[in-house]
Every structure is written in C-alpha cells, then in structure tokens.
C-alpha cells in the first residue's frame, strides 16, 4: 500500500506560477513511476507529467514547457506549473504506480484544487 498526499494548490491569477507537491509513504521502495493529472467536473482525468525511478519525465502537450516534474526517491513528487491560465483550473491528483511480481496497482492522493483567475 502506498498513501499519497498532495499539498500546494490555491487561487493564483493568470500568468502566475504555483508548485504541486505530493508526499508518498508506505511501501514506495516498489513505486516505479508517479505522476500528475488533472480533471475538471464532467470531464475525465488526464495525464499531465510523469517520471520513472529512472529519472525520465514526460508531459502532456498542454503543458509542455509550462510545466516541470520532479521527484526524489519516489517518496516525493512535484509540479512546478509557469504561466497558469485559466483553463489550468482543475483538480490535481498524484498518482504513483507500484509493481509487484509482475502485477501493478496505482495509488491516488486525494486530490488539490487549483483555481487560476483572471
């Protein structure tokens, strides 16, 4: 079992930046891969950036070089977000995926809101 829990939204005005953080425990020596997304009502929750034990990130187009994750030993993930904008107003989830003997489970933080305002 992994517990997430994410820390850091708020009310920022357009063009303003905001940093994500989601702090992970349990057994995260067996995370392999922890992420952000995001969902607005009606709507589905999409991927936004990702990074691998290895280092390796990856973004959604909508906020590439907006956008930058980072982690430290898969007890920590971030989301540094530049230049906000009002469709940015969302609900953020961390999500960490954990393998074990060849079964993966994915493990959610209970979200944070961000609200960017004109």
């Known amino acids: 079992q992994v517990h997430l829990v994410e820390s850091g939204g708020g009310l920022v005005r357009a063009g303003e930046s905001l940093k994500l953080s989601c702090a992970a425990s349990g057994s995260t020596f067996n995370v392999n891969w922890m992420g952000w997304y995001r969902q607005t009502p009606g709507n589905q929750r999409d991927l936004l950036a990702s990074?691998?034990?290895?280092?390796?990130t990856t973004y959604a187009d909508s906020v590439k070089g907006r956008f930058t994750v980072s982690g430290d030993n898969a007890k920590n993930v971030y989301l540094q977000m530049n230049s906000l904008k009002l469709e940015d107003t969302a609900v953020y989830y961390c999500a960490a995926n954990v393998k074990i003997g060849g079964v993966s489970n994915t493990y959610w933080g209970q979200g944070t809101q961000v609200t960017v305002s004109s």
């Open positions: 990074v691998i034990s290895g280092g390796t």
